[in-house]
């Protein structure tokens, strides 16, 4: 059901680069040709920069099969879908609301004040971005989890504007799926557009409309999506800024044979179970808990309702059982590969977690499977893919602010230090950048 491949004795831990081009090529992931969706969106996009709002139409009844003629969703649906959440359901969202914006308040960063000399003082403010656009998707799945993971970190930075898109639903008469709305609404969010795909976020980037069925152009694009999605976020980078670039999920598990084969194999299929090009790696140098585990499989499989899609994902090139010298090497290779979402399972979780620098997110022991941090821990799950951890981060309170430098210098210091900046000036042959400071001082220099 999944492949096996053995680097005992081929990958030693080493430089970095070098280490992550030895894992990529032994373990790739899933095809995900971004720059050919772009040839697919690139007109999408300029189209509704064009024609806006009717452009959103007709390609929301072309993909998603509906015509949506008020694309802005209604107060009252808003309201009726928070109404009719059934009650534990809403428990628990509330709850996930609540952990999550616990851990985005204690990201918040205080403005930092620093004094190079006396009377020069340069202050670095965090200023929350004006306006956010939030995708959530509606494939597969109603990643009504995604309204908490993205409207929570933005207004606990304080982002005074926000709305958010959501693919219109057929079967809901052309509304998003109605537990999106409904978190919406439990979250305040009164500004909600049925539209999906590249034509929403060219919506969002362009505005369309105008008045209370019209968007403002936003700021700011965060939220997973599909590959059109994505091609789309990129096109459209430099009109507005974007979180990233998120491809198919992964979770790679560090693992020895103090790890629960069941609960391992329950961890890999879970992430299959998003996506056929989802990927599930297992990293262990016991040969006992690979066996186990790939033992394990089937069974759990053939119990899970989309075991179709779990199989095509596990059965793919992205999915493996890795076999390693020991967990030193283990170590180095999950390192490399940088997976978005990184469990460790062995006896001693806390102190290996310590030693992996590139991960969208570590779930440390065996009671910290990566479906908590989906729902619950109080982390969030839009997080890095396709190893972009080595130099990407997750969603966070962060993404939704700006440094913006303060300088303010007395006289006393900028003449301190005004030779040197007329030194420097004329070094780069900038001599009216050296004039801009020595005006200030006539006769004196």
């Not at 990129?234 to 507005?240: C, Y």
């Not at 990233?244 to 992430?271: C, F, R």
């Not at 979780?349 to 009671?367: D, K, M, P, Q």
């Amino acid at each position: 059901m999944i492949r096996r491949v053995d680097l005992r004795g081929r990958v030693a831990a080493g430089e970095v680069s070098d280490l992550q081009a030895e894992v990529n090529a032994l373990v790739p992931r899933a095809v995900f040709d971004v720059e050919k969706a772009l040839d697919v969106v690139r007109p999408i996009c300029l189209d509704v920069r064009h024609r806006g709002l009717e452009a959103i139409r007709e390609y929301g009844e072309k993909f998603d099969h509906v015509r949506v003629e008020d694309i802005r969703v209604p107060a009252a649906a808003l309201k009726t879908a928070l109404e009719d959440l059934d009650p534990e359901v809403r428990s628990a969202f509330e709850e996930s609301i609540r952990r999550v914006r616990e851990v985005s308040q204690d990201e918040l960063t205080a403005d930092i004040a620093s004094e190079p000399a006396p009377g020069g003082r340069v202050t670095q403010r965090f200023v929350p971005v004006q306006r956010v656009g939030l995708y959530v998707p509606g494939g597969r799945a109603p990643l009504a989890s995604s309204v908490v993971m993205n409207v929570v970190p933005a207004q606990v930075a304080g982002v005074p504007s926000l709305a958010v898109a959501s693919p219109p639903q057929k079967e809901f008469g052309g509304l998003p799926h109605p537990t999106v709305l409904a978190v919406c609404a439990l979250l305040g969010i009164e500004e909600v557009y049925a539209m999906g795909g590249a034509q929403a976020i060219a919506g969002f980037a362009y505005g369309f409309g105008a008045g209370v069925t019209g968007c403002k152009k936003v700021n700011l694009i965060t939220g997973p999506g599909n590959i059109y999605v994505v091609a789309a976020k990129r096109f459209l980078l430099g009109e507005v800024g974007i979180d990233s670039e998120a491809g198919p999920t992964e979770i790679a598990v560090l693992a020895d044979d103090t790890a629960d084969p069941k609960h391992v194999a329950a961890d890999l299929i879970s992430q299959a179970e998003h996506d056929p090009m989802a990927a599930s790696v297992l990293v262990t140098p016991s040969e006992a808990l690979a066996a186990a585990v790939e033992a394990e499989l089937p069974g759990q499989v053939a119990q899970t309702k989309h075991r179709d899609r779990v199989t095509e994902a596990l059965q793919g090139q992205q999915s493996a059982v890795v076999l390693v010298d020991d967990l030193e090497q283990g170590t180095a290779v999950v390192d490399a590969y940088a997976a978005e979402h990184l469990e460790i399972q062995t006896a001693d979780a806390e102190e290996r977690a310590g030693l992996i620098t590139n991960a969208g997110a570590i779930f440390v022991g065996s009671w910290s499977p990566v479906s908590l941090g989906d729902y619950c821990a109080g982390s969030n799950h839009v997080l890095p893919t396709a190893g972009c951890a080595c130099h990407s981060s997750g969603l966070s309170v962060r993404s939704f602010l700006k440094a913006v430098h303060v300088i303010n210098y007395s006289r006393d210091a900028l003449q301190e230090v005004a030779g040197h900046v007329v030194t420097l000036a004329h070094a780069e042959d900038l001599p009216a950048h050296g004039a801009a400071v020595s005006v200030r001082f006539p006769g004196e220099q």
